[in-house]
């Protein structure tokens, strides 16, 4: 099996992470991976705001998900480093290009020997009243909205990947 299925093959949803925060080569791989996904008809509008453990603003949305989910602890798992990605709230396939951005991003992380796992808890408060106020903090750029966000760093915990079955998500009309 070729590498790249290797990774999507061994890749799960991490959820308890190491201290230390990846060093900034990898954190700027990571996003160049993110950015070199497709997008439709190549816009290339898909930004992410990278977010460092202790940063003031990510401390405040997790409470405010936390208020509002009634969960205990924080959405993020205390991962070192949050992304969240953004995109012109107008643009048709702006979520999907975000989550293409942020498929690859998973796989990039993966790759190179982190966990990950993709949040779309903060949509609670980033879609609500306080979405102007998280938006400025987290530098959108004009007219762009909340799409998804990806906690990365070293696994602190193993987890299979899930099972599925294929006959019941799979046809193959003749
Ligand atoms: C769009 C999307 C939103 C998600 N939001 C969350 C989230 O807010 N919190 C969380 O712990 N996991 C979240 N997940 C992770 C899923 O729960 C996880 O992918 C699923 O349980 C399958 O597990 P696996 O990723 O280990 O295969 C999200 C996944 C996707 C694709």
Known sequence: MNEVLKVIEQRSSIRKYKEETPPEEIINAIIKAGLQGPTANNKQEVHIS???????????LAAE??????????????????????????LFFGSVDAGIACQNMVLAAESLGLGSVIL??????????????????????????????LAVGYKDTEKAPHDFDEKTHVSRPE
Request: net charge positive; hydrophobic share 40%; proline share 6%.
């Open 120 to 149: 779309g808890m903060p949509w609670r408060v980033m879609g609500g009243e306080m979405k102007d106020y998280f938006n400025e903090k987290f530098c959108f750029p004009e007219n762009y909205e909340f799409k998804i966000a």
């Open 65 to 90: 998900v936390s208020a509002l989910s009634g969960r205990e602890g924080p959405f993020h798992y205390n991962a070192p480093v949050v992304f969240m990605l953004s995109a012109d709230k107008d």
């Open 50 to 60: 990278v977010l460092k453990r202790g940063n003031k603003a990510l401390g405040k």
